[in-house]
C-alpha cells in the first residue's frame, strides 16, 4: 500500500505521519497540496499542523483546496483515509465526516497525554483493539472540541459512527476525563464508509517505541493490515 500524506502550507505532523507508517512497514510519502493526488494513492492521511494558519476556521481554507475534492472522491470509491488533528478539522469542513471542532473549552492550546476507550473493535481503525479498551495518546491543538447538533449526535450513536471517547484511565467516560468540552466526549469518528475516520488525538505520537509510547500503532495498522 502507498499512503499519500497530503500537507499543506502550515502541517507540521505530516513527516511524523510518514516515520511511524514507515515504522509498521508501510510505504509512505508526503504530497504537496499543489500538486494533486498521486495516481498510485492507496491510503491518505490528512496530518495535524495549522493550515493556512488556522485563519477563518481550523481547516477551512484547506478543505476548500482542489486536492480536498479529489480526497472526497477516493473516499467515496474505498479509500482509506485518517485525519488527524488539524486533518479532522479538515475532514469535517470538507464533510467527510459530521460535525466541526471548534475553540477548546479552557480557550487555549492544551498540549498533553490524554486516555481514549475504543467504541468499535470492528472497524478497520480499530481492529488491533478490543471494544473497552483504554489507549493513552497525546493531543495537542487550540480547537479540538468536537460540536454536533444533538440530533444528529442522536444518529452519529445509533449509526455505530464514534470511533474514541475521552476517558479516564479505568476507561470511565466522565466530564473531568474531557479535556476539550467535546460533546458526549467524543474524541474520534467516521465517515459514511467505515474507511473514513477523523480523530482529534495523534496516533502517530504513539507509535514509535522510542518516543511516547506505542499505543496509537493499532490506528496507523490499519494501512499495513
Known amino acids: 500500500m502507498t499512503v499519500s500524506v497530503i500537507q499543506f502550507g502550515g ?13 509498521l512497514g508501510v510505504d509512505a510519502e508526503r504530497v504537496w497540496h499543489e500538486d494533486g493526488l498521486p495516481a498510485d494513492t492507496d491510503g491518505i492521511v490528512v496530518p495535524g499542523g495549522f493550515s493556512y494558519g488556522d485563519y477563518l476556521r481550523a481547516g477551512a481554507m484547506a478543505a476548500r483546496q482542489p486536492i480536498t475534492a479529489e ?56 481492529a488491533a483493539y478490543d471494544e473497552g479498551d483504554v489507549i493513552e495518546v497525546p493531543i495537542a491543538h487550540g480547537e479540538g472540541r468536537f460540536e454536533i447538533r444533538a440530533d444528529r449526535l ?27 468540552g467535546s460533546t458526549a466526549n467524543v474524541a474520534g469518528v467516521l465517515g459514511a464508509r467505515e474507511t473514513v475516520a477523523v480523530m482529534m488525538p495523534h496516533p502517530e505520537r504513539a507509535t514509535l517505541p522510542d518516543v511516547g509510547g506505542t499505543d496509537g500503532q493499532g490506528v496507523l495498522r490499519a494501512f499495513a493490515e
Open 71 to 126: 480526497v472526497r472522491e477516493a473516499a467515496e470509491e474505498g479509500v482509506p483515509v485518517l485525519g488527524v488533528c488539524n486533518g479532522a478539522q479538515i475532514g469535517c469542513e470538507a464533510g467527510l465526516t459530521e460535525g466541526a471542532f471548534t475553540t477548546n473549552r479552557s480557550a487555549r492550546f492544551q498540549c498533553e497525554h490524554v486516555h481514549l476507550r475504543v467504541e468499535r473493535a470492528d472497524t478497520p481503525w480499530t
Open 154 to 180: 442522536e444518529a452519529l450513536e445509533a449509526e455505530d459512527r464514534v470511533l474514541f471517547r475521552y476517558c479516564d484511565a479505568d476507561g470511565e467516560v466522565t466530564e473531568g476525563a474531557n479535556p476539550n
Open 11 to 23: 502541517s507540521n505532523c505530516d513527516r511524523d505521519a510518514v516515520r511511524a507508517l514507515s515504522h
